[in-house]
Nanobody, 123 residues
């Protein structure tokens, strides 16, 4: 089991910045990918950014150049620095983890989600 706890959401004016953090606990050695998703009212949950344990992050087009994702594999934490925020960035932001374990010939995978943190950007 992997447990994810987000922090850092809040209310900010358009053009402002926020930094979200996610702390992972439990079977953290099994975590491969960490990421952020968001869900606005009346819309489907969408990818914001993901970052593998080792490798290049994947950033959604809608936030590229404004948001930066990072992770600390020793402390099992992840952050999302959000700059130049827009009202359309308003959503509940969820921390996500993909855990993998088992031998190469039979790898198991499991998704985990945090409870979410509200980000509201006023115009």
């Amino acid at each position: 089991q992997v447990y994810l706890v987000e922090s850092g959401g809040g209310l900010v004016q358009a053009g402002g910045s926020l930094r979200l953090s996610c702390a992972a606990s439990g079977r953290t050695r099994s975590i491969d990918i960490l990421g952020w998703y968001r869900q606005a009212p009346g819309k489907q949950r969408e990818l914001v950014a993901t970052i593998p344990k080792y490798g290049t992050p994947n950033i959604a087009d809608s936030v590229r150049g404004r948001f930066t994702i990072s992770r600390n594999n020793v402390e099992n934490t992840m952050s999302l620095q959000m700059n130049s925020l827009k009202p359309e960035d308003t959503a509940v932001y969820y921390c996500y983890a993909l855990a993998k374990w088992g031998p190469v010939e039979r790898t198991y995978e499991q998704d985990y989600w945090g409870q979410g943190t509200q980000v509201t950007v006023s115009s």
